[in-house]
């Protein structure tokens, strides 16, 4: 029996949206300027106009409120119809169906089989490829360049396919994804309807083209909260990075980075608020699916752990920066101490030559080598203070590497067993220091026996 699979493939746009303009009317101007840059598709529009807000699921007025920006359908030869999807966040889909004839292994874990469904799935990879970069090019190339913002250098690489979520429709009993089958989480979308949802896979049962519909959207909202995360957790292990090579760094460089990791705070603040935003007009059937997703990808446990990173990372720049403080006021000090006995030096030098000036018949010869000597202990102060720094680090080296020594001599010594009459030497058992006096007997009455 041929098994029917919607394949959902995710992408990223080389640029990035502005969010603040975004949610301040420019999703508007966005969305027209992606229309007219992607004629050749056929525009989906399955909102009906009501004169309320939020009348009913997909009323126009709540479609406004999600971060698609555009959605549409075009037909390419030797592949079929294929939907493209384009969202606020910078994430682009896009949506393909294969069949799975009989004789093609569905158990990934397999080998043989994964090979197998390889050879179907490849040819559709190969076609697309090409096309998601070119479609990614040209929504870069439309959007309005008051709204386009750089894209980070840690983030996932752009105008390209990431991965393929794979979805059987109706599968039978035996034509399941296995993976899905043992791992997915199941959520119930309407009566007879079910899914079940896990890492890259997942069957639906009971599916209507609405069900399917809705399967697919929540996917998609449930991969930008995963995108979201991850993105977040790399950037945060980049300025990590930057921060450990940064030990020699000025203050200027900690700060300028710790304005990044306030920037990025801020733009994972109004990605979730934008994607929350439409998590909550989302149908039953999409928020159950999108529920599903995040619970069998882990997305609020790494969500936890990406706001405790966050705050450490915050400390540690607070730390960074308490050091290069620190060593900057200890240089300081070093200068003004400098500059304090150079002062002295001068002082003293006016004072000698107001008492033997050449009005006062006191001897010359004195005073050359009062001026070298003078010039000598100035040069010794300022090469000590600028070599203190270098110096004490040198100290320390060398204390670390006499205790690696003894420690590494410790180690490779030979245990001395010991026994009750003291350690043993090498050549035989050492003699006790002091000789222990044989037990006396006690007589009747108590006392010691002589």
Not at 382 to 388: H, P, Q, Y
């Amino acid at each position: 029996m041929v098994v029917r699979a919607v394949s959902l493939g995710t992408f990223l746009l080389p640029v990035r949206l502005s969010l603040a303009q975004m949610l301040d009317g420019a999703d508007e101007r966005v969305a027209a300027a992606l229309s007219a840059a992607f004629a050749e598709f056929a525009q989906e529009d399955d909102g009906q106009p009501s004169e309320l807000l939020y009348d009913y699921h997909r009323s126009r007025g709540a479609q406004s409120i999600e971060t698609n920006l555009f959605a549409g359908s075009t037909h390419i030869p030797g592949v079929g119809t294929v939907q493209l999807f384009i969202t606020s966040l910078a994430v682009g889909f896009v949506v393909a169906e294969l069949e799975l004839p009989d004789d093609v292994g569905l158990d990934l874990e397999d080998e043989a089989a994964r090979e197998s469904f390889k050879s179907h799935e490849r040819p559709l990879s190969d076609a697309l490829a090409p096309l998601v970069g070119r479609w990614a090019d040209t929504a870069a190339a439309a959007v309005d360049k008051t709204v386009i913002r750089p894209r980070p250098a840690a983030a996932l690489p752009a105008g390209r396919l990431l991965w393929w979520h794979r979805i059987a429709v109706d599968p039978p009993a035996d034509r399941e994804f296995p993976v899905a089958r043992w791992y997915g989480v199941r959520a119930e979308l309407a009566r007879g309807a079910s899914c079940s949802v896990a890492n890259g896979f997942t069957n639906v049962h009971g599916a209507s083209p609405e069900v399917v519909a809705d399967v697919v959207e929540g996917l998609m909202v449930a991969t930008q909260e995963w995108l979201i995360v991850d993105e977040a957790k790399r950037l945060l292990a980049d300025h990590l990075v930057r921060l450990s090579a940064a030990h020699q760094g000025g203050l200027v460089k900690v700060d300028a980075q710790y304005r990044e990791m306030l920037r990025l705070t801020e733009e994972v603040t109004l990605r979730n608020l934008v994607l929350g935003e439409q998590a909550r007009y989302l149908t039953n059937a999409r928020s159950r699916v999108k529920d599903a997703a995040a619970q069998a990808w882990s997305i609020a446990a790494e969500a936890s752990q990406l706001e405790e990173r966050t705050v450490a990372l915050r400390d540690l720049f607070g730390l960074h920066r308490e050091r290069i403080v620190n060593d900057r006021d200890d240089r300081r000090n070093r200068y003004i101490f400098v500059f304090t006995g150079i002062t002295l030096v001068q002082a003293v030098l006016v004072w000698y030559e107001f008492i033997v000036g050449d009005d006062v018949a006191v001897a010359r010869s004195p005073r050359p080598v009062i001026a070298y000597v003078v010039l000598g202990l100035t040069l010794v102060i300022l090469v000590g203070t600028i070599l203190l720094g270098p110096m004490q680090a040198v100290l320390l080296r060398l204390r670390a590497a006499l205790r690696g020594s003894r420690a590494a001599r410790a180690a490779a010594a030979p245990d001395r067993p010991v026994t009750p009459d003291g350690p043993v030497a090498p050549d035989g058992p050492v003699a006790p220091d002091r000789p222990v006096a044989p037990d006396r007997p006690v007589a009747p009455d108590g006392r010691p026996a002589a």
